[in-house]
């Protein structure tokens, strides 16, 4: 009788909150249509033509209705070599560079960290991505400083700053040898220097100098995040030899949501990967399995529009998918990748988000007939996907893949 007091009344608790439990039975997805991209404005598209000069249509409506408005203006950056200096026994040279905004001197400074190879190359080839836990957390090299910008409370940081204990706590999740020995740059910052990962964090950034905050469509943090990795190349073309043929862009979770709305902004990334995006990312909001609109609204109110929250419980009236997100892309290569047991970001969503890119790709004579694959075993094209074993993560096998990619669709030249 007392437990099952205490079900109802947790059942209540959870209820008034407006959470429902997640759904992992495939068989209770529900149907659902899906958004046909080529049909804007009461046409058809029919040609690769017609799309680039309609699919702003579709830009707008996730900027109205997802993400908020990036806002036009094109603040100055200023760029600043803290340090340049060899490491690896000489095979690169590890560089720190401070970004700032010198109309809005208020606003955090950036720190990319970049790594290029000691090989003397004309060009190029650029990795790049934001990382969750500061620089210092991607190498054990005891001589990149701990990021001082806002930190979540967690294993690696106490009372909101990093501490050393976080040195090397991501060196898995970026390939940083692989880089070097494939003559590519490898390039990062830490996504909170750019803002801030929670609901006050736009105080700090650029979202408290540019943008609406009255507005319902006002852009959120992933539409910050987003507009940050385009700063970052700014500056990376205008510091290194960069191939810009080959810029791959990788986000991982909730920087692969904010990964591919930069792709859809800025043209620049020519190669764009997803890593567990799930939800607001490459995850098909049709989907009833795993986070839905609702839990990313109550979680993460300050991730997107206002206008999003709107849709919590019915993404049916979207009248948009991460399908059409995808095919916003087009005809670039991207490579969307999940893991088998991050249920919570729905791997056949993540999956169908990106098969039903097809219609689109195809008018730029892209061929791509996508069968969800077994478990490690990726399909490798313009269009790319694997499921890897295991948890919600970014890994080595991961970057394997990813770097297979690369050398099929870098262009050569
Ligand atoms: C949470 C969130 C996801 C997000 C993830 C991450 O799980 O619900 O949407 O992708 O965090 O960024 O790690």
């Given at each position: 009788?007392?437990?099952?007091?205490?079900?109802?009344l947790?059942?209540?608790?959870?209820?008034?909150?407006?959470?429902?439990?997640?759904?992992?039975?495939?068989?209770?997805?529900?149907?659902?249509?899906?958004?046909?991209?080529?049909?804007?404005n009461?046409?058809?598209?029919?040609?690769?033509?017609?799309?680039?000069?309609?699919?702003?249509?579709?830009?707008?409506?996730?900027?109205?209705?997802?993400?908020?408005?990036?806002?036009?203006?094109?603040?100055?950056?200023?760029?600043?070599?803290?340090?340049?200096?060899?490491?690896?026994?000489g095979?690169?040279?590890?560089?720190?560079?401070?970004?700032?905004?010198p109309?809005?001197?208020?606003?955090?400074?950036?720190?990319?960290?970049?790594?290029?190879?000691?090989?003397?190359?004309?060009?190029?080839?650029?990795?790049?991505g934001?990382?969750?836990?500061?620089?210092?957390?991607?190498?054990?090299?005891?001589?990149?400083?701990?990021?001082?910008?806002?930190?979540?409370?967690?294993?690696?940081?106490?009372?909101?700053?990093?501490?050393?204990?976080?040195?090397g706590?991501?060196?898995?999740?970026?390939?940083?040898?692989?880089?070097?020995?494939?003559?590519?740059?490898?390039?990062?910052?830490?996504?909170?220097?750019?803002?801030?990962?929670?609901?006050?964090?736009?105080?700090?950034?650029?979202?408290?100098?540019?943008?609406?905050?009255?507005?319902?469509?006002?852009?959120?943090?992933?539409?910050?995040?987003?507009?940050?990795?385009?700063?970052?190349l700014?500056?990376?073309?205008?510091?290194?030899?960069?191939?810009?043929?080959?810029?791959?862009?990788?986000?991982?979770?909730r920087?692969?949501?904010?990964?591919?709305?930069?792709?859809?902004?800025?043209?620049r990334?020519?190669?764009?990967?997803?890593?567990?995006?799930?939800?607001?990312?490459?995850?098909?909001?049709?989907?009833?399995?795993?986070?839905?609109?609702?839990?990313?609204?109550?979680?993460?109110?300050?991730?997107?529009?206002?206008?999003?929250s709107?849709?919590?419980?019915?993404?049916?009236?979207?009248?948009?998918?991460?399908?059409?997100?995808?095919?916003?892309?087009?005809?670039?290569?991207?490579?969307?990748?999940?893991?088998?047991?991050?249920?919570?970001?729905?791997?056949?969503?993540?999956?169908?988000?990106?098969?039903?890119?097809?219609?689109?790709?195809?008018?730029?004579?892209?061929?791509?007939?996508?069968?969800?694959?077994?478990?490690?075993?990726?399909?490798?094209?313009?269009?790319?996907?694997?499921?890897?074993?295991?948890?919600?993560?970014?890994?080595q096998?991961?970057?394997?893949?990813?770097?297979?990619?690369?050398?099929?669709?870098?262009?050569?030249?």
């Amino acid at each position: 009788m007392k437990g099952l007091f205490i079900l109802i009344l947790i059942t209540m608790t959870i209820e008034s909150y407006g959470q429902s439990k997640p759904n992992y039975d495939e068989s209770k997805v529900g149907n659902y249509e899906l958004t046909n991209p080529l049909f804007i404005n009461g046409k058809t598209i029919k040609n690769s033509k017609e799309w680039e000069a309609n699919k702003a249509f579709w830009i707008e409506k996730f900027s109205d209705n997802v993400y908020g408005k990036t806002p036009i203006e094109r603040p100055k950056i200023q760029s600043k070599v803290l340090e340049s200096k060899l490491v690896f026994e000489g095979k690169a040279k590890r560089e720190r560079i401070e970004v700032s905004f010198p109309e809005y001197p208020s606003v955090q400074k950036i720190e990319i960290l970049v790594y290029k190879p000691s090989k003397r190359l004309e060009k190029y080839n650029l990795v790049m991505g934001l990382n969750f836990r500061g620089n210092h957390s991607i190498t054990d090299e005891s001589d990149v400083p701990i990021n001082q910008h806002w930190a979540s409370n967690g294993d690696f940081s106490q009372n909101h700053k990093f501490i050393e204990k976080g040195r090397g706590s991501e060196k898995h999740r970026w390939p940083i040898q692989l880089a070097i020995e494939n003559d590519a740059i490898l390039a990062t910052a830490y996504y909170g220097d750019i803002e801030p990962d929670h609901p006050e964090g736009w105080k700090s950034g650029i979202r408290s100098v540019l943008g609406d905050r009255n507005a319902k469509e006002n852009w959120g943090a992933v539409g910050a995040w987003a507009w940050g990795m385009s700063q970052m190349l700014d500056v990376l073309i205008e510091k290194y030899e960069v191939n810009t043929k080959n810029i791959f862009l990788t986000g991982h979770s909730r920087i692969g949501k904010a990964a591919l709305w930069a792709a859809v902004h800025d043209p620049r990334f020519t190669h764009i990967n997803s890593n567990n995006s799930g939800e607001g990312g490459a995850a098909l909001y049709s989907r009833n399995f795993g986070e839905t609109i609702n839990d990313l609204n109550r979680s993460f109110p300050h991730w997107f529009a206002k206008k999003f929250s709107d849709f919590n419980h019915q993404s049916e009236k979207l009248g948009l998918d991460s399908h059409v997100l995808i095919s916003l892309l087009a005809p670039r290569p991207i490579y969307v990748a999940s893991a088998a047991e991050d249920l919570w970001a729905d791997p056949k969503g993540e999956f169908l988000g990106l098969k039903n890119a097809k219609p689109v790709y195809k008018l730029y004579k892209v061929k791509s007939d996508l069968a969800f694959p077994k478990v490690d075993s990726p399909i490798h094209g313009v269009l790319s996907y694997h499921v890897r074993s295991g948890k919600h993560d970014i890994n080595q096998y991961d970057w394997q893949q990813y770097f297979k990619f690369m050398n099929i669709y870098f262009s050569k030249k």
